[in-house]
């Protein structure tokens, strides 16, 4: 009886309070830690007449002649600066100088590393 108490009540209350207040004494318990050579998926707003087929939240612009919509790149982080901002570098080789904090930035997850393998840039 205790060992079903633990399993299916005890455990899932206790993981769900960790995932819910991911703090620890004041101090975040999963930092998204980028280091250089790490994918990353940064969500960049674009204007265009024609969305492409990767387009996320396409919305007409006000004369409709274009179209507003977001959509993801598939950057990999080159350097992380004493400051705490990133250095990304895209597919084509530019660079882009990054916050840490950026809402539209985060780490590729594991589907997309695999999925999109071929859109992350080749570290030199």
Known sequence: M?????GFVALPATIGLVFARP???GRPLF???FR???????RMQETSSCPSPDAIDVYPSEHGESYDYL??????VEEVLEDGS????TPLMEHH????????LRKANLIERLRYANR???PA
């Open 86 to 89: 990133i250095v990304a570098l």
């Open 120 to 122: 992350f840039p080749h």
């Open 23 to 25: 703090q620890l004494f």
């Open 31 to 33: 930092h998204a830690r």
């Open 71 to 76: 959509a993801n790149k598939y950057w990999r």
């Open 2 to 6: 205790l060992a079903l108490f633990f």
């Open 36 to 42: 250089p050579g790490a994918p990353i998926v940064y």
């Open 97 to 104: 100088y990054l916050r840490r904090n950026d809402p539209n």
